[in-house]
């Protein structure tokens, strides 16, 4: 799931990437924040997840008023999040 993917990314690539730990707490949030959104939107598995879940968050986002540093920052969190599913090998090849 999501939830799982998302918990060694907080423990092991986080660490491993050197994160700093204000870095590491707000990217946590920032991530729990987009599952807590996707869970509202009943997807929870990875293969949900997708360019349009990305955009509906940050639209989301935009509605509630965030701030666009705010946005952008959680955008660098998603990104950091997809690079590590990518390199854990998400999506899936037709190989595979």
């Known amino acids: 799931t999501l939830r799982d993917a998302a918990l060694i990314y907080e423990r092991q690539y986080m660490p491993a990437r050197n994160f700093s730990p204000k870095t590491r707490k707000e990217y946590s949030a920032d991530l729990a ?3 807590s959104f996707i869970d509202t939107q009943g997807h929870s598995e990875l293969i949900d997840f997708g360019p349009s879940a990305l955009e509906a968050f940050l639209a989301f986002l935009d509605a509630r008023g965030y701030a666009g540093s705010s946005r952008r920052r959680q955008t660098y969190a ?14 899936p090849t037709a190989a595979s």
Do not use: D, E, I, V
Request: include cysteine; aromatic fraction near 30%.
């Open 33 to 35: 924040s987009f599952l």
């Open 78 to 91: 998603l990104k950091s999040f997809c690079a590590f599913l990518y390199r854990h090998g998400w999506p």
